[in-house]
């Protein structure tokens, strides 16, 4: 499975995060009841029930564990890639999504370990696969981490990011399938192509 390349034709990388998230339609969800895709899928249906309607927040949503899906990467004793936020981000910018997109599927995992040490309802609630991956992410953040999240101006759809990553692990449930944010994702690979030619062309 080829990752997009920065120099690659919009269509070409449009097809290539496509393929990747459609390729785990059977890879397994780290240790939950639902496959990588359906998980995507689910994550993305729960954002764009979000109100306000952000359509950034659907696309984080949807490729917000895109990290999982790159051939090679270390694995995390069965749980998954080591550091797949950055790898998502990585991928992402190569694929010519916006900073915005790049920056909260960067911080999904740091807003995990923010709610963990500020939400106790949060914390009771975690799943057992992503209680054995806090550990190896760093644990509950410290009170300056606390401090840093929080003056994020992103912090907030960051948190709506990680409540859909949560919410996204439903055996069965129905949900639009991937060709659905096709035109989203197509529209948005537009969007930053006109504006920042220079960039995507370096
Ligand atoms: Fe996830």
Same mark, same amino acid.
């Given at each position: 499975m080829a990752l997009p390349s920065?120099?690659?034709?919009?269509?070409?990388?449009?097809d290539s995060l496509l393929a990747l998230l459609g390729g785990a339609s059977d890879a397994d969800y780290v240790g939950e009841p639902v496959s990588q895709l359906a998980h995507a899928l689910q994550a993305a249906a729960a954002a764009a029930a979000h109100e306000p309607w952000d359509p950034e927040l659907v696309l984080a949503a949807l490729l917000h564990d895109i990290g999982h899906l790159a051939p090679g990467v270390p694995q995390m004793q069965g749980l998954g890639a080591r550091d797949?936020?950055?790898?998502? =981000? /990585?991928? $992402?910018?190569?694929? #010519?999504?916006?900073?915005?997109?790049?920056?909260?599927?960067?911080?999904?995992?740091?807003?995990?370990?923010?709610?963990?040490?500020?939400d106790a309802a949060y914390d009771a609630?975690?799943?057992?696969?992503? =209680? /054995?991956? $806090?550990?190896?992410? #760093?644990g509950p953040m410290s009170p300056d981490e606390i401090l840093a999240f929080e003056a994020d101006p992103d912090g907030d759809a960051i948190l709506a990011l990680r409540r859909c990553d949560e919410a996204a692990k439903v055996p069965g449930q129905s949900v639009p399938g991937l060709g659905h944010y096709r035109p989203l994702l197509r529209h948005h690979l537009?969007?930053?192509?006109?504006?920042?030619?220079?960039?995507?062309?370096?």
């Amino acid at each position: 499975m080829a990752l997009p390349s920065p120099t690659d034709p919009l269509d070409v990388r449009l097809d290539s995060l496509l393929a990747l998230l459609g390729g785990a339609s059977d890879a397994d969800y780290v240790g939950e009841p639902v496959s990588q895709l359906a998980h995507a899928l689910q994550a993305a249906a729960a954002a764009a029930a979000h109100e306000p309607w952000d359509p950034e927040l659907v696309l984080a949503a949807l490729l917000h564990d895109i990290g999982h899906l790159a051939p090679g990467v270390p694995q995390m004793q069965g749980l998954g890639a080591r550091d797949h936020e950055r790898i998502g =981000r /990585a991928i $992402l910018r190569r694929a #010519g999504l916006g900073s915005r997109i790049q920056h909260l599927v960067a911080g999904h995992v740091d807003a995990k370990r923010y709610l963990v040490a500020t939400d106790a309802a949060y914390d009771a609630e975690l799943s057992p696969a992503s =209680r /054995a991956t $806090l550990a190896l992410q #760093g644990g509950p953040m410290s009170p300056d981490e606390i401090l840093a999240f929080e003056a994020d101006p992103d912090g907030d759809a960051i948190l709506a990011l990680r409540r859909c990553d949560e919410a996204a692990k439903v055996p069965g449930q129905s949900v639009p399938g991937l060709g659905h944010y096709r035109p989203l994702l197509r529209h948005h690979l537009e969007l930053e192509a006109a504006r920042a030619p220079a960039d995507s062309d370096s």
